[in-house]
């Protein structure tokens, strides 16, 4: 079975400090997708990896995939408001082609 | 802009009492998702179609039902809604689900139910 870790769940933390937070398996995963999700809104798509040890920036936000495919990882530099909502990790089942595997989330509060 | 419109935003219901909440795309997308969450949890597939195939995820209960009579438009009908059906309903749609691509989804902003 395909299993997405999240962590932390919950994370507060003051504007300008910076954050990372995790998604991890035991399974390898062919691409990866990171969403954002505002309180009332659909996820939105941030970012695809898809080869080992990629990275990639979107402005304060550097996303990591593992070398082994196994992992990702989401960095934010110096935080702001603007930040705050459910960040969700996904990836294709391999049993399915319309099947993503989710992590739980992480719920992360900036505070001005 | 094209994009996944989900209507109504929000709608109160009646236990008992049938819901139908629509979804439109001008993505062009062939496939499309009904997908459910539950406060700050991950979204739950429920249901998706490629083009007119439909396909029930295993564990969706016989109370939700799906339409979709074009490539444009879906629907999510609740035929007897009970107390744990209040969630936010979400649409959502990809390119094609073929060997080798990433999957990724295009979400409308959510249809919220509760259920009294």
């Known amino acids: 079975t395909q299993l997405l870790e999240q962590s932390p769940q919950f994370l507060s933390i003051q504007e300008g400090e910076n954050l990372t937070v995790y998604c991890n398996s035991s399974s390898v995963f062919s691409s990866l997708q990171w969403y954002r999700q505002e309180p009332g809104e659909g996820p939105v798509l941030l970012v695809t990896?898809?080869?080992g040890g990629e990275v990639k920036k979107l402005k304060r936000l550097t996303f990591q995939f593992g070398d082994a495919r196994k992992d990702s990882s989401l960095h934010i530099t110096a935080a702001q408001p603007g930040d705050t909502g459910l960040y969700l990790c996904?990836?294709?089942?391999?049993?399915?082609?319309?099947?993503?595997?989710w992590g739980a989330g992480t719920k992360l509060i900036i505070k001005p | 802009d094209a994009m996944v419109i989900q209507n109504p935003r929000y709608q109160v219901t009646q236990f008992g009492k049938p819901v139908t909440l629509s979804c439109s795309q001008t993505l062009n997308h062939n496939v499309m998702y009904w997908y459910q969450q539950k406060s700050s949890q991950a979204p739950k597939l429920l249901f998706h179609?490629?083009?007119?195939?439909?396909?029930n995820e295993a564990d969706t209960p016989d109370n939700f039902q799906s339409r979709r009579p074009n490539t444009s438009f879906c629907f999510l009908d609740i035929r007897s809604p009970g107390l744990g059906d209040t969630a936010m309903y979400l649409c959502?749609?990809?390119?094609?689900?073929?060997?080798?691509?990433?999957?990724?989804?295009?979400f409308g902003e959510g249809s919220r139910l509760t259920v009294l």
């Open positions: 996904a990836g294709p089942s391999r049993d399915s082609n319309y099947q993503l595997i």
């Open positions: 990896v898809v080869t």
């Open positions: 959502a749609t990809s390119r094609d689900g073929g060997g080798g691509h990433t999957g990724e989804l295009f």
């Open positions: 179609y490629y083009d007119k195939d439909f396909n």
